[in-house]
C-alpha cells in the first residue's frame, strides 16, 4: 500500500477515532461526574482530553511507515 493510501485511511480513523473517544468522554461525564467535586472533574477531563493519543500513535506510526520498494 502506497503512504498517500494509508495517510487517506489514517486520517479517516484518526477522525473516527477523536469523534466517538469525544462523544463516550462527554457522555461518561454526564452521568458519572454529576455529583463530583471539582478537583474530581478537572482530573476526568485531563485524562480524557489526553487519553486519546495513546490509541492513536499506532495509527500515525502505521501512516508513517515507508512505502515497500
Do not use: C, E, H, N
Not at 477515532?17 to 469525544?22: D, E, F, N, P, V
Not at 455529583?35 to 474530581?40: L, M
Not at 489526553?50 to 500515525?60: C, E, R, S
Amino acid at each position: 500500500m502506497r503512504i498517500r493510501t494509508r495517510k487517506l485511511i489514517g486520517t479517516i480513523g484518526l477522525l473516527v477515532l477523536i469523534t466517538a473517544w469525544a462523544l463516550l468522554a462527554m457522555a461518561f461525564a454526564q452521568f458519572a461526574l454529576r455529583a463530583q467535586s471539582a478537583v474530581v472533574a478537572l482530573l476526568f477531563y485531563a485524562v480524557a482530553g489526553l487519553g486519546w493519543v495513546l490509541p492513536a500513535m499506532p495509527i500515525v506510526s502505521w501512516m508513517q511507515r515507508p512505502d515497500r520498494a
